[in-house]
């Protein structure tokens, strides 16, 4: 029932508080929820924010309501009096297709967020969540209607287009479970590891990451960990102060100073230096650091995202890698899954590749041949999407044609893809299968040689002869 009336109230309007007059009508929000006192507040706070707010403690209701008076944004509760939230998306939607609808709930995971977000849920918050969360969720959400135009089905923005996120591109499910996993935890202020093979797009994960925060309109800046020294890696990331040591004329900021409010992307994290893993350590416990040379701690506000294609827990068992450090950093984890694992999204890529390329080189967009995809399925790809892009990128330079095929690729390519030829058996080897299948052909005819002779399809004399031969005989 909505919030704001008791069982027996006649009235059908189920709205669970008038808004006030001089309220300006910036969007019509419908908060569902079997916790009344929950819808309450929201309720409140949406109202003095100038939504048009209503509130319901039942999915019956909400429906009811929906039908009468389609919202621009649904919050819901996931587990209600009368039904799933998850389970109840689809219909919500068919009765407001332009609604956008933001999961709540008390009992979050990340296999929950993946089923909502394959849903069609625009967000997903794990209570409790911050009243200003919520706020920011919900002015996205407008904000990307109002963009998208009148009438409008789904708003047209990458991070929601089936086949890719931002500029990551993948259908299929591994891929899509790595898109949930971003729309969930971009939003919150937390440390995130990425883990992978060599080529998978961490730093377009991370750089997605960034791009769908709060921290988007300040600095992401990329650090190369394995790039430099232990005093380089220092300097670079703190900074130094001026005569801190020869040559420094002047006082210079650090990447973690320089991105203050942004994100900081720690890309193979793994080949951090120890002595400048527990300095890391320090900053990401105390949020303050010191410049090389410096007495004053200066305080900084970054989120950091780490990315490695090493084992970490190996490497923690061997001494190359701070236990603390790994777990302050792996707050959340994202497994990028390499592409053999992902044939799916090849066709996908390709052509994503091809037409970049094409531009890049000022070139008409070549039709992508079968033989030409075939070449490519056929190979393992240890470099992943980036040696995919590398190939795709010599084919579209070097072709004359109108067309890529098979012959496009490069000859290394179409070499890995040649199965190796068997090794010849020589004849003591076919002498040796021939005994053992005679033998146990023997065995399960219970040592019958005329029984033998008729499965083996011989004569019981070429039998017998055999038997001599394998010395089987009894």
């Known amino acids: 029932m909505p919030c704001d009336r008791l069982p027996g109230n006649s009235s059908r309007q189920p709205k669970a508080f008038p808004v006030a007059a001089t309220a300006p009508k910036r969007g019509i929000i419908y908060i569902l929820d079997d916790e009344i006192i929950t819808v309450r507040r929201l309720v409140q706070s949406l109202v003095r924010d100038g939504y048009d707010a209503e509130g319901f403690t039942t999915a019956a209701e909400t429906v009811a309501r929906l039908a009468e008076r389609p919202a621009d944004v649904l919050i819901s509760d996931i587990r209600l009096q009368d039904g799933d939230g998850i389970d109840l998306l689809p219909r919500l939607r068919s009765l407001a297709p332009a609604m956008a609808v933001i999961l709540i709930t008390g009992y979050a995971s990340v296999d929950q967020a993946v089923s909502a977000m394959k849903t069609g849920a625009f967000h997903y918050l794990a209570k409790p969540f911050r009243l200003e969360e919520l706020r920011h969720a919900v002015r996205e959400a407008l904000r990307r209607q109002s963009a998208a135009g009148p009438g409008a089905q789904r708003p047209a923005d990458p991070a929601h287009l089936p086949d890719r996120f931002g500029d990551i591109i993948g259908a299929s499910p591994p891929m899509q479970e790595v898109f949930a996993t971003i729309r969930q935890v971009a939003p919150l202020n937390c440390n995130v590891l990425l883990q992978g093979e060599s080529g998978t797009g961490k730093e377009l994960v991370a750089r997605a990451l960034h791009q769908f925060s709060d921290r988007r309109t300040h600095p992401f800046i990329p650090f190369n960990c394995g790039a430099f020294s232990d005093d380089l890696v220092a300097n670079e990331l703190f900074g130094h102060e001026k005569g801190a040591f020869t040559g420094a004329v002047s006082t210079k900021l650090g990447l973690l100073e320089a991105a203050n409010g942004g994100t900081v992307f720690l890309d193979e994290v793994g080949e951090m230096p120890l002595p400048m893993q527990i300095k890391l350590l320090r900053v990401i416990q105390e949020r303050t650091l010191l410049r090389v040379g410096g007495i004053q701690p200066v305080k900084i506000d970054v989120r950091?995202?780490?990315?490695?294609?090493?084992?970490?827990?190996?490497?923690?068992?061997?001494?190359?890698?701070?236990?603390?450090?790994?777990?302050?950093?792996?707050?959340?984890?994202?497994?990028?899954?390499?592409?053999?694992?992902?044939p799916g999204d090849l066709p996908l890529l390709a052509r994503h590749f091809v037409g970049q390329a094409a531009r890049q080189f000022g070139k008409a967009v070549p039709v992508i041949a079968a033989s030409f995809l075939d070449g490519l399925s056929a190979y393992p790809f240890p470099g992943n999407v980036r040696e995919l892009q590398n190939i795709i990128e010599r084919a579209v330079a070097l072709t004359r044609e109108p067309e890529l095929t098979g012959a496009s690729l490069p000859a290394d390519i179409l070499l890995a893809t040649i199965p190796p030829r068997p090794a010849e058996k020589t004849d003591t080897q076919l002498k040796s299968l021939e005994r053992d299948h005679i033998a146990e052909v023997y065995r399960q005819c219970a040592f019958n040689q005329t029984e033998t002779a008729k499965r083996l399809g011989i004569s019981r004399t070429t039998l017998w002869r055999r038997l001599k031969e394998f010395d089987l005989a009894p």
């Open 304 to 342: 950091l995202i780490a990315a490695t294609n090493r084992d970490m827990e190996k490497m923690i068992a061997q001494g190359e890698f701070r236990q603390d450090l790994y777990y302050r950093l792996k707050v959340v984890a994202i497994d990028l899954p390499p592409l053999r694992e992902r």
